[in-house]
């Protein structure tokens, strides 16, 4: 008897856990495994990555600011910076694209369009990229709107014989 009510006290605190972990999990972020080392974390609009990656990633974002920070490393390219500085082009990237590192400054930095891969410093997709589509938009619509008018077209033709 005792050993069952011992059970049921376990079982109740178990769950009494496990929402306590649902309802952080629900306050802070989702959880999910860390891109950089799999470890299971809460992922946060703040931190992609878990606390131990945050802390190597913090490192190398100060190696990598102090770096182009230089006045002679201005026009560095990023090749240029991951030979110098030993830091992953990936993540150099995710930090112009996330905005955490500001390149307005620097002429050749910036993270590919996701159309033609040629280095853009804001949005997804290059200004060329996005005159093309708007473009490609237009003409779809223009000929949608073409056939449209035709079948109306068509179908006045058809009630007007069908008239006679
Ligand atoms: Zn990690
Ligand atoms: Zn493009």
């Known amino acids: 008897m005792s050993c069952e009510k011992g059970l049921n006290l376990r079982i109740i605190f178990a769950d009494i856990i496990n929402a306590m972990l649902v309802i952080e999990v629900n306050l802070m972020g989702e959880l999910m495994n ?6 299971l974390f809460v992922k946060t609009n703040l931190r992609d990555v878990c606390e131990s990656c ?3 990633e913090s490192k190398e974002f100060d190696v990598v600011y102090n770096f ?3 006045r002679e490393n201005r026009t560095a390219t ?3 910076i991951v030979n110098a500085t030993e830091v992953d082009e990936q993540k ?3 930090w112009i ?9 620097y002429p050749n930095l910036g993270y590919p ?3 033609c891969g040629s280095l853009i410093k804001k949005g997804t997709i290059c200004e ?9 938009i237009f003409k779809e619509e223009a000929e949608r709107e073409r056939i449209k008018e035709l079948r109306k077209r068509d179908k006045a033709t058809y009630l007007f014989e069908g008239k006679k």
């Not at 860390?34 to 470890?39: G, K, V």
């Not at 694209?97 to 400054?105: H, P, Q, S």
């Not at 990229?129 to 473009?135: A, I, M, Q, T």
């Open 34 to 39: 860390c891109p950089e080392c799999n470890q």
């Open 54 to 56: 945050y802390k190597i």
């Open 68 to 70: 182009i920070r230089k």
């Open 78 to 80: 990023i090749p240029e």
């Open 92 to 94: 150099i990237m995710k």
């Open 97 to 105: 694209r996330n905005g955490k590192l500001r390149v307005a400054d």
């Open 113 to 115: 369009c996701e159309k």
């Open 128 to 136: 060329d990229c996005s005159v093309n589509l708007k473009r490609d």
